[in-house]
């Protein structure tokens, strides 16, 4: 059984791959986050998978996955270090990226907040709160 910490990057690597070869860029840059925010708008809507899509099937392992790999660039970038508890049922939800700076995010959350709420909890928006450099378009 593998820990926490080793399926961050494991899923981060998955839906690198599964982003990359649907069309979006998904090298873990600051700039690949316009394309994550891009495959959630057109993956979801609101709280719904978009019938057929990417999202539309493994809804909570691809989540979980677009959360890590949020949260692998934003540590790339910034500087950071996971934690996890295995003994925590809602582990998967809880994992967080405590950065650099002291700062502590909770990347997956985020991704599920956006999935429910849509554009208005931004992906590139929080990464450029936290202090990322996102280049535009």
């Known amino acids: 059984m593998t820990s926490l910490l080793d399926d961050v990057r494991t899923s981060a690597d998955w839906i690198a791959s599964a982003l990359d070869s649907s069309g979006y860029q998904a090298d873990f840059s600051p700039g690949s986050l316009r394309d994550v925010e891009r495959?959630?708008?057109?993956?979801?809507?609101?709280?719904?998978?978009?019938?057929?899509?990417?999202?539309?099937?493994?809804?909570?392992?691809?989540?979980?996955?677009?959360?890590c790999y949020v949260g692998e660039t934003i540590g790339l970038s910034l500087g950071g270090a996971w934690e996890a508890d295995d003994t925590d049922p809602a582990g998967e939800l809880n994992v967080s990226l405590r950065l650099a700076s002291g700062s502590v995010i909770w990347p997956v959350q985020r991704v599920v907040k956006r999935f429910q709420?849509?554009?208005?909890?931004?992906?590139?928006?929080?990464?450029?709160?936290?202090?990322l450099d996102v280049p535009v378009g």
């Open 39 to 67: 495959f959630m708008t057109e993956r979801s809507n609101s709280g719904a998978a978009v019938e057929g899509g990417l999202l539309a099937a493994g809804l909570g392992a691809r989540l979980f996955g677009v959360g």
């Open 117 to 131: 709420n849509g554009p208005e909890d931004s992906l590139t928006a929080y990464a450029v709160f936290l202090g």
